[in-house]
């Protein structure tokens, strides 16, 4: 294998490594417990399902890999992060929508050659990313799936 | 910048930036506040912090660093994870240790060069890392910001 093989498969690995923790803590944790809030007066479980949709949705522009799948949760859950709203989808509406986000990302990233993974991300300009050669593709993926772990660590607080 | 030094930056630029989270945000947070826990039922920011430094602690033993700085915090910290225990440390002498071990890491990692990050780390044999050359020293590190992020996640509740 060479090395820049490795090194994306180290990345996408631990990526890959946390949606499976999330899948796995969603599947122990009910409807009725994600409308919880994870500590007294702090975000609920619903918003944190959604937030990590929203968030991963715009994956797909910054990585130059399509649309967002569901645009319409930007507003309510990143736009007016942390705040009460209403009219949220359903809970089963939100899980469906991760299961389907985190496989069509799957395949889209499944299609990405080694080297593709080291060219810019779209929220750079080619003149930055020359001085800036690490604002890559794949350090979209490790600053996600950092953040992904900080609301796991968050989530699990609902078991 | 060939690509070897790249990987190894976008590897430890998110780890640095970690890092620096958790600092800014432990001076946010006062000695009295890091007693009180997270969630109802749930760890103490104090046991949070415990716990980052003996996590912290094994990589110089993983990334064969030289010895643990605080090896007398694997017992409340990592082998009695999640149990309330008596006899901890002071919060000012955690911020002492977190502090030090931040420095000590930083001149260790400082220290080596880009190849090196792709040698076997010390908890797998020279045989199976014929096989899996993933698991080398940089995916300790990239492992271990998994891990950081996940309770930054939770220590941030306490503000």
């Known amino acids: 294998m060479i090395q820049t093989e490795l090194m994306v498969k180290l990345v996408l690995d631990r990526w890959n490594a946390s949606l499976k923790n999330c899948d796995n803590l969603l599947s122990t944790l009910n409807d009725d417990s994600l409308l919880n809030q994870i500590a007294p007066g702090k975000n609920r479980g619903i918003y944190l399902l959604g937030h990590l949709i929203a968030v ?18 930007y507003e309510p859950f990143l736009k007016h992060a942390y705040q009460t709203t209403d009219n949220l989808p359903t809970i089963s509406t939100l899980r ?60 699990t607080l609902l078991k």
């Open 56 to 73: 991963h949705d715009d994956m797909f522009i910054l990585l130059a890999m399509g649309q967002k799948l569901y645009p319409e949760y």
């Open 96 to 155: 469906n929508c991760w299961t389907n986000q985190c496989e069509v990302l799957h395949q889209k990233f499944a299609a990405l050659q080694p080297d593709q993974w080291f060219e810019k991300h779209m929220a750079v300009s080619a003149e930055d990313f020359t001085a800036e050669p690490h604002r890559n593709k794949l350090n979209i993926v490790i600053t996600r799936t950092s953040h992904l772990q900080y609301h796991l660590g968050q989530f």
